[in-house]
């Protein structure tokens, strides 16, 4: 009749899922913690090409972004195959670009103005033409610093 | 009264589920991304006329409709282009008494091309109808004939890759002491090869 003896019990301790919602709650921290809220769907195609030599674009508020490329098929129908340029949710046209350089550029703090940077999100089938007349429309409204927005890899894999 | 003891306990059990819920949601609209690319300066418009730059400090690289690369006036594959951008940039060719004379570079001195990497431009020029992905894949050659030289200098003179110290510098997480000291180097290293590339359009 030792004090020690062993409990008989046949069947196992279940275990305890106390802790289960603290683990998904930690999870879900995290994942709230990282998410960027996309604030436009692209309407255009967007394979961008890849890169080697790149630099990262680190401050996400000091970005402004243009998208080029052939509208998506669900778009086609209207706006035709050929490349177009998307600011914010709408497709437009090379001379509305120094308008909306402007217009964003406006939104940002007084500090930021100045040290905005351009990025160009462009598909890789897309013509320079249409990159020709946005480099153009950025000169004129003084936003010069430009960031041809690219994957990593390989760049010879563009030529295929 | 002696029934207020016991609170009745809430039932946490479902507390995992809306967290899961939560959880999944959050999940999906996720997209982790850091944009990269390449870095350009446009240049500013100027209605003056440009400086005169003598022909063998230019560098002309055209890309026309189809993809193909003309080089200085021959037709070259994209393979070659790193190479035969360093050798332009490097060359060097002032002579010794000359107050352009290159002391860093390591290239034939040819008195046929550009004179020293201050003087060098590299002239790129596209068709309208040129493609972009060629277009980045040429701009990756040239940017990346500029840094291997960066590179080279950077080790001769720090012991470090000039890219690995521009990502350092670009890093959010690095102190500003290591920053300034940074800076400075970049600085001069940038000073050795200046990014002296052109781009353009020509119909």
């Known amino acids: 009749m030792s004090k020690f003896a062993k409990k008989k019990s046949g069947e196992l301790p279940a275990v305890s899922t106390a802790s289960l919602p603290d683990i998904v709650f930690m999870l879900l921290f995290f994942f709230m913690?990282?998410?960027?809220?996309?604030?436009?769907?692209?309407?255009?195609?967007?394979?961008?090409?890849?890169?080697?030599?790149?630099?990262?674009?680190?401050?996400?508020?000091?970005?402004?972004?243009?998208?080029?490329?052939?509208?998506?098929?669900?778009?086609?129908?209207?706006?035709?195959?050929e490349s177009k340029i998307q600011l914010n949710d709408k497709f437009a046209d090379p001379s509305d670009v120094g308008d909306f350089i402007l217009m964003e550029r406006a939104k940002k703090s007084q500090e930021l103005q100045?040290?905005?940077?351009?990025?160009?999100?462009?598909?890789?089938?897309?013509?320079?033409?249409?990159?020709?007349?946005?480099?153009?429309?950025?000169?004129?409204?003084?936003?010069?610093?430009?960031?041809?927005?690219?994957?990593?890899?390989?760049?010879?894999?563009?030529?295929? | 009264m002696a029934n207020r003891?016991?609170?009745?306990?809430?039932?946490?059990?479902?507390?995992?589920?809306?967290?899961?819920?939560?959880?999944?949601?959050?999940?999906?609209?996720?997209?982790?991304?850091?944009?990269?690319?390449?870095?350009?300066?446009?240049?500013?418009?100027?209605?003056?006329?440009?400086?005169?730059?003598?022909?063998?400090?230019?560098?002309?690289?055209?890309?026309?409709?189809d993809g193909k690369l003309l080089v200085a006036n021959e037709l070259r594959d994209l393979a070659e282009l790193r190479a035969l951008t360093i050798a332009f940039l490097d060359n060097g060719g002032a002579?010794?008494?000359?107050?352009?004379?290159?002391?860093?570079?390591?290239?034939?001195?040819?008195?046929?091309?550009?004179?020293?990497?201050?003087?060098?431009?590299?002239?790129?020029?596209?068709?309208?109808?040129?493609?972009?992905?060629v277009y980045i894949s040429v701009q990756n050659e040239l940017v990346g004939a500029f840094n291997d030289l960066r590179n080279r200098e950077a080790q001769r003179l720090y012991y470090m890759d000039y890219t690995k110290m521009e990502s350092i510098y670009l890093n959010p997480e690095t102190s500003k002491v290591v920053k300034e000291d940074l800076k400075l180097k970049i600085k001069k290293i940038q000073e050795l090869f200046p990014l002296n590339l052109s781009e353009a359009e020509r119909n």
Not at chain 1, 52 to 63: F, P
Not at chain 1, 114 to 143: C, H, P, Q, Y
Not at chain 1, 148 to 155: E, I, L
């Open chain 1, 33 to 81: 913690t990282v998410t960027v809220m996309k604030d436009s769907s692209l309407k255009v195609e967007n394979n961008l090409p890849s890169a080697s030599e790149i630099k990262k674009l680190e401050k996400k508020d000091r970005v402004i972004t243009i998208y080029v490329g052939k509208p998506t098929p669900e778009y086609a129908k209207v706006f035709g195959t």
């Open chain 1, 114 to 160: 100045n040290v905005l940077t351009t990025s160009l999100k462009v598909d890789k089938n897309a013509n320079m033409g249409i990159i020709s007349d946005i480099k153009e429309e950025l000169r004129k409204v003084n936003a010069l610093k430009v960031n041809y927005t690219t994957v990593t890899g390989d760049a010879f894999t563009n030529l295929q």
């Open chain 2, 5 to 65: 003891e016991e609170v009745p306990k809430v039932n946490a059990g479902s507390m995992a589920d809306i967290a899961f819920l939560l959880l999944i949601f959050f999940l999906v609209t996720t997209s982790i991304e850091t944009d990269a690319g390449l870095h350009r300066m446009l240049p500013r418009i100027n209605h003056e006329p440009p400086l005169p730059i003598s022909e063998r400090n230019i560098l002309p690289v055209s890309i026309n409709g």
């Open chain 2, 95 to 133: 002579l010794q008494n000359d107050k352009r004379y290159c002391d860093y570079c390591r290239g034939d001195r040819n008195q046929q091309s550009s004179d020293s990497p201050l003087e060098a431009v590299v002239s790129l020029m596209s068709n309208r109808e040129t493609s972009y992905g």
